[in-house]
């Protein structure tokens, strides 16, 4: 085979490698920093030891015998990986959780790097290529150490300004040492200027904060920027740029269509029930409840965002809150609940691992007999495929799945709520709240007017025979980044180029 081909190939080989691995292991550790960078250290690593040892072979113009075994090898490995991953993760249940997937990653995508590494660099190897292959390894080298410092030191530490300063100037001081002794001493002054008044300029206050509306919180998590701040007499959570939770700076209620229709729970259920929520999301709909006197837990998996929510409706104590992924905790948790409302999901980041038919078995589970799922997605027209998807999905343990869209007109992107039991939900029409007896408060009378909205347009997502989404085959995220094109072009309508979302 040719050796550009052949090399494109492994190259194509390696990626693919890192990126399928980390499929298979966030559904056993949740998707988080850590899975990332262990995922990535471990493929980088792999692959350098890989090009280190076939460096050292026998010179070859091509692939010789022995690296057509470790590569062969290292097919072998990947496929039967595949086959026995449910066993091995579950032999990592017990470990700590950073090290059960440090040992997963090194497993699943370091050991088959490793033998495409060795494979690329024999291919390499001969006088010339040896060194080269050297050089690259000890590059792959430090782009592994540089995966855990980065994400977990530099930049929820130093944040992203100070982070690329850094880098730029350890840049420069390569630069500056590698080429001094051929550099005038005139050219190295000015090169030391240039950089430290582009260091100026990169490190000053961003001028999008001073133009924009009054910033109350602006934090780096380990996955997410968050800022909250006021406009117009609303304030904003944002993560990313996404919306996360919105109130009413006067009164403190909450302003979102979704939250708003999902106040109908309490016409459902006239008792004090139990309800489980996944994502904090401000804390705005756990609240509520809470006041209303429901036994309310949330689960959020970024403590960053829990400390954003507090300049929202969050209050420490008021709610009980556990910091852990999800899928994890529902996994592990042994309590039932009346009611379980899966609000983890913004305009651009569905987690597609609570999206599969493994994690709603876990789910159901978790709810009683006569209790109710719901699942709160951001969707582009109540056509959406993923919607019929998504109620496939749950279909595979609830009998019933209906849907309800906050937004207009049906094609428009918005909020619709997933309700899923394993009965009819026990609501007619007729019980909903009298709009009339509310004209005195526009404020309550918009939240019925959301209610009112969404149940009287409820429908059955279609079509019929939609695809169940597994842990296997997932493809949430492709229709997610359509999601996303959509709402980016709404937000940045909405709040312009000085809003203050980013």
């Not at 090290?99 to 370091?110: I, N, P």
């Not at 792959?140 to 530099?154: D, F, T």
């Not at 701040?229 to 990313?240: H, K, P, T, V």
């Not at 006197?293 to 949330?298: E, P, T």
Request: neutral net charge; aromatic residues 6%.
């Amino acid at each position: 085979m040719d050796r550009k081909l052949g090399n494109l190939l492994l190259g194509a080989c390696a990626f693919a490698t890192a990126h399928a691995a980390q499929r298979m292991i966030a559904p056993f550790a949740g998707l988080g920093l850590t899975l990332q960078v262990a995922v990535l250290s471990a493929s980088l690593v792999g692959f350098a030891l890989g090009c280190i040892l076939g460096a050292g072979s026998r010179p070859a113009e091509r692939l010789s015998p022995l690296g057509g075994r470790i590569l062969l090898g290292a097919a072998v490995l990947t496929l039967a990986l595949t086959a026995l991953r449910r066993p091995l993760l579950e032999s990592l249940d017990h470990a700590e959780l950073r090290l059960a997937v440090m040992a997963a990653s090194a497993l699943f995508t370091g050991l088959p790097c490793a033998g495409i590494g060795f494979a690329f660099a024999e291919g390499h190897a001969d006088s010339r290529g040896a060194d080269s292959m050297r050089g690259l390894a000890w590059l792959l080298a430090g782009a592994a150490l540089a995966a855990p410092l980065s994400g977990y030191l530099l930049v929820p530490r130093l944040g992203l300004t100070v982070t690329l300063t850094v880098i730029a100037a350890t840049e420069a001081v390569v630069a500056l040492v590698s080429g001094a002794r051929r550099a005038s001493l005139p050219s190295t002054v000015g090169a030391l200027l240039v950089l430290a008044a582009a260091s100026g300029l990169a490190v000053r206050p961003a001028t999008a904060v001073k133009l924009g509306p009054r910033l109350l919180e602006h934090r780096f998590g380990a996955e997410s920027e968050y800022r909250v701040f006021d406009r117009d007499g609303a304030r904003y959570l944002l993560a990313d740029g996404s919306i996360l939770a919105v109130i009413d700076t006067l009164s403190g209620d909450g302003v979102q269509r979704g939250a708003s229709a999902l106040e109908l729970l309490k016409h459902f259920r006239s008792g004090r029930d139990s309800m489980l929520v996944l994502g904090l999301r401000g804390g705005t709909l756990p609240l509520s409840f809470a006041r209303s006197g429901w036994r309310v837990r949330v689960v959020e998996p970024d403590s960053v965002a829990a400390t954003a929510s507090r300049r929202v409706s969050y209050r420490p104590g008021e709610i009980p809150l556990e910091i852990a992924d999800p899928r994890r905790f529902v996994r592990a948790d042994r309590s039932r609940y009346s009611v379980a409302v899966v609000d983890a999901f913004a305009n651009s980041d569905l987690p597609w691992t609570l999206c599969t038919r493994e994690f709603v078995a876990d789910l159901a589970a978790r709810v009683t007999p006569d209790g109710l799922v719901v699942v709160v997605v951001e969707a582009h027209g109540w056509g959406d495929p993923m919607l019929g998807a998504l109620a496939a999905t749950l279909r595979t343990q609830f009998a019933h799945v209906i849907a309800l869209p906050t937004s207009e007109p049906q094609t428009a992107l918005g909020t619709v709520l997933l309700f899923a039991s394993h009965q009819p939900v026990p609501f007619r029409d007729e019980q909903l709240p009298d709009p009339v007896t509310y004209f005195q408060n526009p404020e309550a009378l918009w939240v019925v007017q959301q209610q009112s909205h969404a149940w009287l347009n409820r429908y059955l997502p279609q079509p019929a025979d939609a695809p169940v989404l597994t842990d296997d085959r997932n493809p949430v995220d492709v229709w997610a980044d359509r999601v996303n094109h959509a709402a980016r072009a709404d937000l940045h309508t909405f709040f312009g180029p000085h809003g203050g979302s980013w």
